[in-house]
């Protein structure tokens, strides 16, 4: 089952992620609430549409933007509705 994992963390974990462009975007109910913060940094996709993000924060450790998500997709990007994705420093391992 595919993990996010970030400082020996489990971040989420689920068994219905959905891989695209290389990315495993977890539902958002995998997710961790109490390790997240919302952040003001949006980025534009062509093709999902504008993404927000999430920073982590855990006893004193902090990586800035590290989960995105599209809380309104484009059509063709239906299938990341309600889904995380991660970067930097953490690692999805299955």
């Known amino acids: 089952m595919p993990k996010a994992v970030w400082n020996d963390l489990v971040v989420a974990e689920s068994d219905d992620t959905v ?3 290389g ?3 977890f539902p958002r109910s995998a997710l961790r609430d109490d390790l ?3 952040s003001a940094t949006h980025t534009v996709c062509p093709w999902k549409g504008t993404a927000s993000y999430y ?3 855990h006893e ?3 990586s800035a933007d590290a989960v995105w998500y599209y809380p309104e997709p484009k ?3 239906e299938m990341v509705r309600d889904r995380v994705a ?3 420093d953490v690692r ?3």
């Open 19 to 21: 891989l695209v462009e």
């Open 23 to 25: 990315n495993h975007y």
């Open 36 to 38: 997240i913060r919302e």
């Open 55 to 57: 920073t982590l924060e």
């Open 60 to 62: 004193g450790s902090t």
């Open 75 to 77: 059509p063709d990007a």
């Open 86 to 88: 991660f970067w930097k």
């Open 92 to 94: 999805v391992v299955d």
